[in-house]
């Protein structure tokens, strides 16, 4: 039982972090096919999501909270709403969204347009 908690939530912090890592690499003016990427993708992990109980609350909460996937400011602070939702169902603090800005950083920088790094 304790072990299936520790499996749980240790799924939990590697599936928010990409997540969260995702839209903070997500284009700022994306094409309309950037977008209708993320949405499906966003979509898809909470379809895939290996964890049937986690899955099925995501789900509610992608119906009262669609996707924003117009631009990545868009998309990242929605999905830092939507983590603040499932943290407050569980009774966990929620996250200052006004500091998502540079927390996940992926060390991709090599691949901004124009970047040396
Ligand atoms: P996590 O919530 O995993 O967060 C990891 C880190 O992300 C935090 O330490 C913090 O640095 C940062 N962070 C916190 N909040 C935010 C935010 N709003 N925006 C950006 N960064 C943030 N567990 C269940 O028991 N029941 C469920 O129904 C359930 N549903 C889930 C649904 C999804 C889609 C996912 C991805 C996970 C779900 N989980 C669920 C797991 C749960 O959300 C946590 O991942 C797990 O409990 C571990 O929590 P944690 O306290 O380590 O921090």
Redesign the pocket.
């Known amino acids: 039982k304790l072990g299936n908690?520790t499996a749980?939530?240790?799924?939990?912090?590697s599936?928010?972090?990409l997540?969260?890592t995702i839209m903070s690499r997500f284009p700022e003016t994306p094409t309309a096919d950037e977008s209708a990427a993320l949405k499906s993708y966003i979509h898809l992990?909470?379809r895939l999501?290996p964890?049937g109980?986690?899955?099925?609350?995501?789900g509610e909460?992608l119906k009262r909270y669609p996707p924003q996937v117009g631009s990545r400011n868009a998309a990242a602070g929605w999905?830092?709403?939507?983590?603040?939702v499932?943290?407050e169902?569980?009774g966990?603090?929620?996250?200052d969204?006004a500091k998502?800005g540079d927390?996940?950083d992926c060390g991709c920088a090599e691949d901004e347009e124009g970047g040396t790094a």
Do not use: D
Request: proline share 0%.
């Open positions: 908690e749980k939530a240790e799924l939990g912090r599936s928010w972090h997540f969260h992990f909470q999501y964890c109980e986690c899955a099925g609350h995501f909460i999905a830092c709403h939507v983590h603040n499932v943290n169902s569980l966990k603090e929620v996250f969204c998502i927390f996940y």
